[in-house]
């Protein structure tokens, strides 16, 4: 998934140090919802997110219901202050879905080691 912050020197930094420090309510929240794995990459203001999920994981809905939490709405709330959607987003979203065009591990791989 993808999303900007706001280009700004004091924005990115705030950014980084909040997610050194992440809240344990809002690791525990994401947990619950099935995310089992994340990572989010900066380049610039531009940043990329990686994560793994349960099977039956849905983004529009179970991402949605993380915010039922109220300490992880705050940190939603918080991390929505510093970030802008990318160009490519479509009407009403937030990270942006980006198209998988490459995967080590795909079966028509493996035949080629």
């Known amino acids: 998934m993808a ?28 947990r619950q919802i099935g995310v089992t ?14 994560c793994e999920t349960v099977d039956g994981f849905d983004p529009d809905k179970d991402f949605a219901r993380s915010v039922d939490d109220p300490i992880y709405r705050r940190w939603d709330e918080l991390m ?16 942006s879905m980006m198209e998988l065009v490459f995967d080590l591990n795909w079966p028509q791989h493996a035949r080629l080691t």
């Open 80 to 95: 929505r202050g510093m970030q802008r959607t990318v160009d490519e987003a479509r009407p009403g979203e937030w990270w």
């Open 3 to 30: 999303l900007r912050l706001r280009s700004e020197p004091a924005v990115i930094a705030r950014y980084k140090q909040e997610h050194a420090r992440v809240w344990p309510e809002v690791l525990a929240r994401l």
């Open 37 to 50: 794995e994340m990572k989010i990459f900066l380049l610039g203001d531009r940043l990329f997110m990686y």
